[in-house]
């Protein structure tokens, strides 16, 4: 699961949350060395000769294009979206790979949690209000990973609002 809802107490919860990253650095390594090993095999055929100074070039931007693609998308999947949520207050804040950090704030009383099955940007979009603003959660998840986590937080604002003291 790309999220994890851990409870510290009875009115202190916290929530992590990143996308999947399929290709871990290994898998990264394996596939540049296989694209290689692949583009090398028909440039064999023509060793000795002065066609390989012409295919090499475009073997070489080849590779470096799968490079680039790959260590770009690698890096645009470094989201992380933690929140904090207690009976004084819920906040969240999302680190993104190329651009500040945002954050927001709440009253735990106020805050509406909302699952737009359609008509959102995405299936079933998550939003949280309150603080006079609204927020998306998870915009990376997957529709039914959305879904799950809207019912988790929706039971534990729940549980958070009706919190009595002992």
Known sequence: MPWTL??????????????????NPRGFAMTIGMTAATLALPLIAVLGSPVL??????????????????????????????????RRGIALVRHNPRSPKQE??????WVTLRLVPRGGPVENYLVLG?????????????????????????????????????
Request: proline fraction near 6%; aromatic fraction near 8%.
């Open 130 to 166: 309150g603080g006079g603003r609204e927020v998306e959660l998870g915009s990376y998840l997957t529709p039914d990973e959305r879904a799950e986590l809207h019912d988790a937080l929706a039971a534990l604002l729940i549980r958070l609002k009706s919190y009595q003291q002992p």
């Open 53 to 86: 100074w012409g295919l090499l070039p475009f073997a070489g931007v080849a590779l470096w294009g799968l490079w680039l693609g790959l260590d770009r998308n690698w890096r645009d999947r470094q989201i992380l979206e933690e929140m904090t949520l207690s």
């Open 104 to 109: 927001w704030q709440a009253d735990p009383h």
């Open 6 to 23: 851990t409870l510290d107490s009875p009115t202190e919860a916290r929530l992590t949350a990143r996308p999947h990253n399929a290709l």
